[in-house]
């Protein structure tokens, strides 16, 4: 009986490989007949400050942008110190044309832009008063000026250089630049005293408590040195 159950176990072997390969066989065939799956898009996703409170809303959230220009005649002169000075200015399209009308055409816009600062320290007439002229752009509306004089009292006009006179289109108001040095106008109930007169006066040191300021010194500083007493 051996010999037949080794043949029948060979047999069922075989049963089994070929079952397992039919199997195998009609499972590849379904995965090939079935349609292929949607390719998932991948969409950008931004990381963000979490707050349990809103962004505040602006208050002019709603509001237009601001122009530019108005188009409307406007000119400030500023003192910015002793030496310097800051000037803004507009020039309306009305107040060019009424005062472009008066010459020829060419001649007026190819007339550069220029501004002029009086120095009427010495005397309000404009005709009479020293002045700075400096050519300016057509589309420039404000400028820095260096190298003025303190105490002093100026004016600032904008106009065009025509070949025989400069047409002034816009003028200032009267600025005064403050001093570089105290005034000699001195309070009588403030008069100075003679015996400090010209003398420097030394720093008191220090300027904290007397207690803290000993405990301060005493430590050393941030940048390796140490404190003296």
């Not at 002169?77 to 060419?106: F, I, N």
């Given at each position: 009986?051996?010999?037949?159950f080794?043949?029948?176990l060979?047999?069922?072997?075989?049963?089994?490989?070929?079952?397992?390969f039919?199997l195998?066989?009609?499972?590849f065939?379904r995965?090939?007949?079935?349609?292929p799956?949607p390719?998932?898009?991948?969409y950008?996703?931004y990381?963000?400050e979490?707050?349990?409170?809103?962004?505040?809303r602006?208050?002019?959230?709603e509001?237009p942008?601001?122009?530019?220009?108005?188009d409307?005649?406007a000119?400030?002169?500023?003192?910015?110190?002793?030496?310097?000075?800051?000037?803004?200015?507009?020039?309306?399209?009305?107040?060019?044309?009424?005062?472009?009308?008066?010459?020829?055409p060419e001649?007026?816009w190819?007339?550069?832009?220029?501004i002029?600062l009086?120095?009427?320290?010495?005397?309000?007439e404009?005709?009479?008063?020293?002045?700075?002229?400096?050519?300016?752009p057509?589309?420039a509306d404000?400028?820095?000026?260096?190298?003025?004089?303190p105490?002093?009292r100026?004016r600032?006009?904008?106009?065009?250089?025509?070949?025989?006179?400069f047409?002034?289109?816009?003028?200032?108001?009267?600025i005064?630049?403050?001093?570089?040095?105290?005034s000699?106008?001195?309070?009588p109930?403030?008069?100075?005293?003679?015996e400090?007169?010209?003398q420097?006066?030394?720093?008191?040191m220090?300027?904290?408590?007397a207690g803290?300021?000993?405990?301060?010194?005493h430590?050393?500083?941030?940048?390796?040195?140490?404190?003296?007493?």
């Amino acid at each position: 009986m051996l010999p037949w159950f080794n043949i029948g176990l060979f047999a069922l072997a075989l049963l089994m490989i070929a079952i397992t390969f039919t199997l195998v066989y009609s499972w590849f065939q379904r995965q090939s007949r079935r349609p292929p799956l949607p390719v998932k898009k991948i969409y950008e996703e931004y990381a963000g400050e979490l707050s349990p409170f809103p962004s505040p809303r602006r208050f002019d959230a709603e509001l237009p942008p601001l122009r530019h220009r108005v188009d409307e005649d406007a000119i400030s002169l500023l003192p910015r110190s002793p030496h310097s000075l800051y000037t803004y200015w507009e020039v309306s399209g009305e107040q060019e044309e009424a005062a472009a009308s008066a010459y020829h055409p060419e001649e007026w816009w190819k007339a550069p832009r220029q501004i002029r600062l009086y120095d009427i320290t010495e005397n309000a007439e404009l005709e009479q008063a020293p002045f700075l002229e400096i050519d300016v752009p057509d589309n420039a509306d404000h400028w820095f000026i260096q190298g003025v004089m303190p105490a002093h009292r100026y004016r600032l006009a904008v106009g065009r250089l025509l070949p025989d006179r400069f047409v002034i289109l816009l003028l200032s108001d009267v600025i005064e630049t403050p001093a570089a040095a105290p005034s000699s106008v001195i309070d009588p109930n403030w008069p100075p005293i003679p015996e400090l007169q010209g003398q420097a006066v030394p720093m008191v040191m220090p300027t904290s408590p007397a207690g803290a300021w000993t405990i301060i010194s005493h430590k050393p500083l941030l940048t390796g040195g140490a404190a003296h007493d």
